[in-house]
């Protein structure tokens, strides 16, 4: 080994074992698939629960004499029939001894118009249901009086049920388009955090060795532009060390996921492993199938992740060399931070149609695709031509970014004093042979 | 032997000239003391000698070999603004500088550890830097210098920070490293130091080199041109002497500068009045010599 690169290494060594020896390495590593399924996990649970707890106790004023008891019947717990006067029901509602009244006029099943009130709120969740459940009853309604045959009503309300399937090489399987592009969404969500979080690490290292004068030491003993190597490729294998461990986690998981299912929920392991359709009029989903997912996912994920890394921690440590201090770092970063964050604005328009021209192009500009083209590969099969033209730009990109921030660097690490502009900088790269 | 050798050097930055056709040459087993005033291109000029900077025009040859990042594993560079990891153990601190230098692992602990017993800090090993004091710090950032055994040192206001204890034992190592046959540049603005330690100097202002050349040669090229004087009685007898410019004046000592007045007949002119304890005729010590030099370019340049 050369002694350049034997310095390089050293410098690698040092930045990774430092990080990964450190508690907030150790805690962020464990916690951090914790954190993640409470995102997701909190707001479909209190989804469901704002489905249940409102509106608890509801009268039904009935002048049809026909749906009435049928609504009571859905959900007695909560309906019950009345013929009180509408004052009073008014009154017993502001009194909060009902939650509110269900006005069902004489001509509803005509119309279609009921009345719901209450004081107000109620939730959405509440509204879906009672919405759901009173088309059926009147549509129900409507054919009886129109004097249909009962088995004419029943096929009519059988609920229709759309199973998307893929064909593939191998044969048909089933197609998880939803679900495909919530991974897509949560993987993109998790690259966007790690470039942030990683991205920050370098900066305040490169900060802490300018403003504890640690970097003049260094400065005298390796080159400015190795040491920028040998820190960013070292902080990177920190972040790939935790990234690798949480993609192990989740085969691991994901392994045994349908398995652990089966246990629970006792559904024909023959169903399963086919992935039919089964029609349901449930709102529940067809099966608890697991969608099968490519492990080229899980090398995209690192992929994309550690390109991304590099391209932005090198401007991050640029930048970071510019300041004397962490609280000058901020605004300076401004440029960098953007281009991290409008992706995220854009996942929706991708997620909506990951095979547009839109799509296409937005996941091919170098500096949104680590998190566009990541959330692309999961939702749909993009083709190889996008992928490779992806990797060529991404790596091309980082190699850009390295030679302005070597430049930046170098100039930036011995300046003191002055907090400097963008003009300053740009005079730095030109300064810089 | 030269061991280091620049010539012409010139470093601006943008409008600024830090460093304006500097030439000097130091020669091996010898201290070169590198002075100046804040700000006159000194910290620049060892960070192109370290290869931090490069010079704009001119060569600095170290070694025989023109500076490069291959010789900077054979300088040792304390800076004037030391620089520790706070939350790094002493040992892997030492290490790591010691690597980066170029040494082995096994090699730069071994060395650690015994320079750590050198300096009494043996028990610091597995303390983290912000646990210890600002003179520990000090030893600390010293060991880092000097842990890959360097041949070439640059030493930059090495005693500051250091009580009047360890700064002579401080004193020491530089003189028994200078006996080792290793070569110093030493900068520093405490005068007294540079008499004590230096062997040539090269006295820098405003990005120029003003003075150089060996200490003694200096001293003599200033002349003998100062009283220092202690006696019983009125210092009135001075008053006949308009001449005299006076650098220390109290009741019973003088220190003052000739201007060309004859020693004999300040003597003499004291003798008659005052009982005269001491008369001794000394060499400018460095303060003055600084003042003096510094003084004149800064008048000439008004």
Same mark, same amino acid.
């Given at each position: 080994m050369s002694r350049r690169s034997s @310095?390089?290494?050293?410098?690698?060594?040092?930045?990774?074992?430092?990080?990964? @020896?450190? @508690?907030?390495f150790i805690i962020g590593t464990l916690l951090g698939p914790l954190i993640m399924v409470a995102l997701i996990a909190i707001p479909i649970a209190t989804t469901l629960l704002s489905f249940e707890d409102s509106a608890k106790n509801i009268a039904i004023l009935d002048e049809t004499g026909t749906i009435g008891p049928k609504v009571v019947k859905l959900d007695p717990g909560r309906y019950y029939l009345t013929d009180k006067p509408e004052d009073l029901l008014k009154k017993r509602t502001l009194a909060e001894e009902i939650d509110g009244y269900l006005l069902i006029p004489s001509d509803a099943v005509q119309t279609g118009e009921l009345e719901v009130y209450t004081r107000g709120g109620g939730g959405i969740g509440y509204l879906t249901i009672?919405?759901?459940?009173?088309?059926?009853?009147?549509?129900?309604?409507?054919?009886?009086?129109?004097?249909?045959?009962?088995?004419?009503?029943?096929?009519?309300?059988?609920?229709?049920?759309?199973?998307?399937i893929k064909i593939t090489e191998e044969g048909t399987e089933k197609d998880f388009t939803a679900a495909l592009a919530g991974i897509g969404y949560v993987l993109g969500f998790v690259i966007y955090i790690l470039m942030f979080v990683y991205g920050s690490f370098v900066s305040r290292s490169v900060i802490e060795e300018k403003a504890n004068r640690i970097i003049e030491i260094i400065a005298s003993s390796a080159k400015p532009f190795d040491i920028l190597l040998g820190k960013v490729v070292g902080i990177g294998l920190v972040g790939l060390t935790q990234v690798v461990f949480w993609v192990i986690l989740s085969a691991v998981l994901l392994a045994s996921a349908g398995y652990i299912v089966d246990l629970f929920v006792n559904i024909d392991p023959e169903a399963i492993k086919a992935g039919m359709p089964q029609a349901s009029d449930s709102n529940l989903p067809a099966n608890f199938e697991i969608p099968s997912i490519s492990p080229w996912l899980g090398v995209g994920f690192i992929f994309y992740f550690i390109s991304g890394y590099f391209i932005y921690s090198t401007l991050f440590a640029a930048l970071g060399s510019a300041v004397d201090q962490e609280s000058d770092a901020a605004q300076l970063q401004i440029p960098v931070t953007l281009p991290i964050i409008i992706p995220i604005l854009l996942i929706g328009n991708i997620i909506a149609n990951p095979d547009g021209t839109l799509a296409i192009v937005l996941s091919l500009i170098p500096f949104f695709t680590p998190i566009l083209m990541m959330v692309r590969v999961a939702a749909t099969d993009v083709p190889v031509w996008q992928i490779a033209a992806s990797v060529v730009l991404l790596i091309s990109t980082f190699l850009g970014c390295l030679w302005v921030a070597a430049k930046i660097y170098r100039v930036g690490i011995l300046m003191t004093g002055k907090k400097p502009t963008f003009k300053d900088i740009y005079h730095w790269i030109k300064l810089a042979k | 032997m030269e061991i280091l050798k620049v010539e012409n050097v010139v470093k601006s930055f943008r409008d600024i000239i830090a460093v304006n056709d500097v030439s000097l040459s130091v020669s091996a087993g010898r201290i070169f003391g590198l002075l100046g005033p804040n700000g006159a291109g000194k910290t620049t000029m060892i960070r192109m000698i370290t290869n931090i900077y490069m010079p704009d025009s001119g060569s600095i040859t170290l070694f025989g070999q023109p500076v490069s990042s291959e010789l900077q594993n054979r300088i040792g560079y304390l800076p004037e603004e030391r620089g520790l990891y706070k939350k790094l153990k002493v040992i892997d601190q030492l290490v790591y500088f010691g690597m980066l230098k170029g040494m082995t692992r096994p090699n730069a602990t071994t060395q650690a550890l015994k320079w750590l017993a050198e300096f009494g800090a043996a028990d610091w090993a597995g303390k983290k830097i912000q646990e210890l004091s600002k003179g520990m710090q000090q030893k600390v950032q010293f060991i880092c210098t000097i842990l890959h055994e360097p041949d070439f040192l640059i030493l930059d206001e090495p005693f500051s920070g250091f009580d009047p204890i360890n700064v002579e034992a401080l004193k020491n190592i530089i003189l028994k490293m200078r006996g080792e046959g290793k070569t110093i540049i030493l900068s520093t603005h405490v005068m007294q130091q540079v008499?004590?330690?230096?062997?040539?100097?090269?006295?820098?202002?405003?990005?120029?080199?003003?003075?150089?050349g060996r200490v003694r040669e200096i001293k003599k090229s200033f002349g003998r041109d100062s009283v220092i004087m202690e006696f019983e009685g009125s210092n009135e007898f001075l008053n006949a002497f308009p001449d005299i410019e006076f650098i220390n004046k109290s009741a019973n000592r003088v220190e003052f500068k000739l201007n060309g007045m004859s020693s004999s007949d300040v003597l003499k002119a004291a003798s008659e009045s005052v009982e005269v304890i001491r008369f001794e005729l000394a060499e400018p010590n460095f303060n003055e010599i600084f003042i003096d030099v510094v003084g004149t370019q800064e008048a000439e340049n008004e």
């Open positions: @310095k390089i290494a050293t410098i690698i060594n040092h930045e990774y074992i430092t990080k990964v @020896k450190s @508690k907030g009672l919405d759901k459940q009173l088309s059926k009853i009147i549509r129900r309604e409507r054919l009886v009086q129109a004097g249909a045959d009962t088995n004419v009503i029943n096929l009519v309300n059988k609920g229709v049920s759309i199973s998307t | 008499e004590e330690l230096c062997d040539d100097i090269c006295l820098i202002n405003k990005g120029k080199a003003i003075l150089s």
